[in-house]
Every structure is written in C-alpha cells, then in structure tokens.
C-alpha cells in the first residue's frame, strides 16, 4: 500500500501557546487537522469564559484564511473556577472540556490543584453538564520516582476520582505507561485515553542516548520500552477509548538546550508521517483512521470531520521537519525520532 486516503484527523491534545508563537505553529496544525483541543495554561492561565473567549479571538486570528480548523476550547482548572462558569460555557457551547493539572506537574501548571476536595463542587456541575475533564495524570510527590508518578496517580488520584463521580466523563491524557493503558481499557465507557507519536516512537533510553537529548524530553516523560510497547498495542488495537492527543509543546530552541530546560515536544509538523509508520509496522494501517479521525469524536460527541487526507509513501522534504522561525523567539525544532521517514502527507 503506497497511499492512504483517511477522514481528516482531529488533535485532542494541542498547544499553540500565544503571541509570535501562536502565530507561527498554528498555520502547521489547522492544515492538517479539523478540530483540535487547545490546552489553556498559558502565563496567566485560561481561569473564565472571559480568557477563554479571549484567547479563542487570538487563536482564531491567527488560522489561515480558507481553513476550516476549528478551535475546541478548554478552561484551566483552579481551586476558585467557578462551577457557573461550567455551567454557562456548556450553554453557550463555548467550553468543550476542562484541564486538571496536579500544581507543578508540568510546564505553566502553578496554578494547578493541590487539594482535590477544593474542586468537588466543579467536577460536580461538570459531570451533570457532560463536559469532559482532562487529566495530566502524574502525581507531584518528590519522594516518587518520576517514571513511577502516573502509576501513583491512578492509585490515589484517578481511581478514587471515578469512584467518588461515576459519570464524569474523564480522558486520560499522554498516557504513558502499561499500567495507564490497562486501567483505561478496564473502566467504564466514561473513560477514555490520548497517546502521543513520541511515546509511541522513543522510550527513556533515547533521551539520554549518545549524551541529554532535550528534544526528546516532555512531561510525562518517556518511559521504559515495555510501556511503549503497551502503549503501540493500544494505539493499534482498534479499542474506541484510545485516541490521538498529539501535545505538541513547542518552546524556542534556547529554552530547550539550557541548564534547566522546557518540557515538551513539538511534533505537529511530523505527527501523520510517525503514525502511519508506527501503524504500518504494528500490521494495522487499516486501524490509523479509527485512532486518528474517528475515535476522538465519538467521545467528545461529535460527528466525524467530512473531507480527507492522503498520506503517501514518498521521500518528504527533509527541510519542513528540522526548525521553524518564530520570530522574536528564534526557532522551535521539530521531532525526529531516529528512524527515516516513510510517509508523507500527499494532500491536506
């Protein structure tokens, strides 16, 4: 098979940060996908309908003219959101879903929640209104190791989440580890999971690999190859709750290669041409469009995008997946596992 012709895929997971950077990485996600869910923790984060909406005019200002991309937006989950927020964005259909990020788990998550209890009566109205929390499922305890922290989160965070809301509807984001694609596949149909291209191409090995590797490092942090094994077999499987969240992070190349470098991986330019390898090596290209393009909507309740893509086995211009200028900020690099690419996308 040389060609593979697939409903436009949706992003469930994006960052397009804001200002120059905003303007620069867009334009390379809303040509390729439909629809994407835009991650809010921004420097101040996305807190109200009032960021939000801001926010949403800065990001819609920014895709290209012709574009259908359409921004899914999300609100930043505090210990003050307001549960009316919930209640009023679900209304006006403004508000797709809500993040949660354990404080201090990831890059701009101060802000996050330190105690649980501080946000029931949010999860409450969210699980009446049917939105969708999004979990970054990692606990910030220093006495766990690292690569234990999103095990430890589904002991003591999410299992007791569901328990406590049973139909709050939950998507675990970036999982990474067997243990979170085993107990996605275990719960109920409330529960869903994205998988990014790096965890599916690159375990904790490469970034270390031949010296530190910053661009290969992101939170939640590749883990060892068992778990990006496990992580292949998901993706692949044809299983509903598994979806595509690409958490493409794009940071300057300065923030990268410092003392104490950024976390995140900016793969949007790339995303396509590493799945369809990934898929095709795991016998299951017939699968990629339910994992990219179908899959996610029918979670999120919402009807398949109707155009579509091609993807064709050709040589792609290795200039468009080195850098990209942005600006005042210098340049973001772009993911390149160390493997040669096969794919390319033919048509957007």
């Avoid at 922290?149 to 580890?177: C, G, K």
């Avoid at 998988?195 to 270390?208: E, K």
């Avoid at 044809?238 to 300057?252: I, Q, R, V, Y």
Wanted: overall charge negative; proline content about 7%.
């Amino acid at each position: 098979m040389d060609r593979i012709e697939i409903i436009r895929p949706d992003d469930w997971h994006l960052h397009v940060r804001d200002g120059e950077m905003l303007k620069a990485v867009l334009p390379i996600s809303a040509r390729l996908f439909g629809r994407a869910i835009i991650m809010p923790n921004l420097v101040p984060p996305v807190r109200d309908l009032d960021d939000l909406r801001a926010y949403r005019g800065r990001i819609e200002a920014a895709v290209p003219k012709g574009s259908g991309f359409r921004p899914l937006m999300t609100l930043y989950l505090t210990e003050t959101t307001d549960p009316a927020d919930i209640r009023n964005g679900t209304a006006s259909g403004e508000l797709t879903a809500v993040k949660l990020y354990p404080a201090g788990a990831t890059t701009n998550s101060d802000a996050g929640v330190k105690d649980f209890k501080r946000v029931h009566k949010v999860l409450e109205a969210m699980q009446e209104a049917g939105i969708p929390l999004l979990v970054h499922g990692e606990v910030v305890d220093p006495d766990v190791d690292i690569f234990d922290r999103e095990a430890v989160f589904i002991e003591r965070v999410l299992a007791p989440l569901i328990r406590d809301f049973p139909a709050l509807r939950i998507v675990m984001e970036h999982i990474t580890t067997e243990e979170g694609a085993s107990f996605v596949s275990g719960t109920g149909e409330n529960v869903a999971a994205t998988i990014t291209p790096q965890h599916l191409l690159i375990n904790r090995n490469d970034i270390f690999r031949g010296g530190i590797r910053p661009h290969f490092y992101c939170l939640p942090i590749a883990k060892r190859e068992s778990h990006r094994l496990a992580l292949r077999k998901a993706a692949t499987s044809g299983n509903a709750k598994f979806f595509l969240g690409t958490d493409s992070a794009p940071h300057p190349v300065g923030n990268k290669e410092c003392a104490c470098g950024c976390a995140g991986i900016f793969n949007a330019p790339v995303t396509m041409p590493c799945l369809a390898q990934v898929f095709e090596d795991e016998g299951a290209l017939d699968r990629l469009e339910a994992f990219t393009s179908l899959n996610g909507p029918a979670f999120y309740r919402l009807p398949p995008n109707e155009d579509r893509i091609v993807l064709a086995r050709t040589a792609p211009d290795e200039a468009i997946f080195r850098a990209i200028d942005v600006g005042a900020d210098g340049q973001v690099v772009v993911f390149r596992p160390d493997v040669p690419f096969r794919w390319s996308v033919e048509k957007a």
